[in-house]
């Protein structure tokens, strides 16, 4: 089985400050990862992924994750918070060893950056 | 020329009632995916087709029936709608590669669907 935990319900931060969501994964195979993020009324745009290679990959607006294979873990990133990403953001896990390419994802995340 | 496109954007109807969700892709993808997203924000895949052929079917009641006439449509048709299948249903699309893995995924608009 594989899951996504988000710890953090809501994210508040100060524009031009740095900005991290959290997010832990559990799979039993190895991981591919991604963040997507999703505004009022809209559908998801994917950020980012990890398939393999280096550990830090840089997605659109800016943004980047680090994968941790030790402690499970992809946090997305940015240096430089804009009101404008102000949205849900969901990290998501498929484990390359399952049927299906299911993609499960966590509970979101709100980011809210503050003028 | 939008990738993946869903109808309609919102559905309201009454208990009891059939309805169906359209979804298309013009990616070229081979896989297609319906998830649910419920009133907390929380996505959950229904199913998964591959060229066609169902390969997820998360234990969603059979009130819910996928039809994939080709690989670029996944519609969704749901009977005897009831109050609990309130939520926004997005269509999703991605494509295969070697050694069974599989792009990321893009994601349609999503539907809103209201029961009353």
């Known amino acids: 089985a594989q899951s996504v935990a988000q710890p953090e319900d809501q994210v508040n931060v100060a524009e031009g400050n740095p900005l991290t969501v959290k997010c832990t994964y559990s799979?039993?195979?190895?991981?591919?990862l991604f963040w997507y993020v999703q505004y009022p009324n809209r559908g998801l745009q994917f950020l980012l992924k990890y398939i393999t290679g280096d550990n830090l990959v840089k997605g659109s607006y800016g943004f980047e994750a680090e994968f941790n294979k030790s402690q499970t873990s992809f946090h997305l990133k940015k240096p430089s918070a804009l009101v404008s990403d102000s949205a849900l953001y969901f990290c998501?896990?498929?484990?390359?060893?399952?049927?299906?390419?299911?993609?499960?994802f966590g509970g979101g995340t709100r980011v809210l950056v503050k003028p | 020329d939008t990738a993946v496109s869903q109808t309609p954007k919102y559905l309201v109807t009454q208990m009891g009632n059939d309805k169906s969700i359209k979804c298309e892709q013009n990616?070229?993808?081979?896989?297609m995916y319906w998830y649910k997203q419920d009133s907390k924000k929380f996505l959950k895949i229904m199913f998964s087709y591959n060229n066609k052929e169902l390969i997820i079917n998360e234990t969603v009641p059979n009130r819910f029936s996928p039809k994939s006439p080709d690989k670029a449509h996944l519609n969704l048709h749901i009977n005897s709608l009831e109050l609990g299948d309130s939520a926004v249903y997005f269509c999703?699309?991605?494509?295969?590669?070697?050694?069974?893995?599989?792009?990321?995924?893009?994601f349609g608009q999503g539907t809103r669907l209201t029961v009353v």
């Open positions: 799979v039993s195979g190895n991981p591919y």
């Open positions: 998501a896990v498929r484990d390359v060893g399952a049927a299906g390419n299911k993609l499960t």
């Open positions: 999703a699309s991605s494509q295969r590669y070697g050694g069974g893995r599989n792009t990321e995924a893009f």
């Open positions: 990616l070229g993808h081979d896989t």
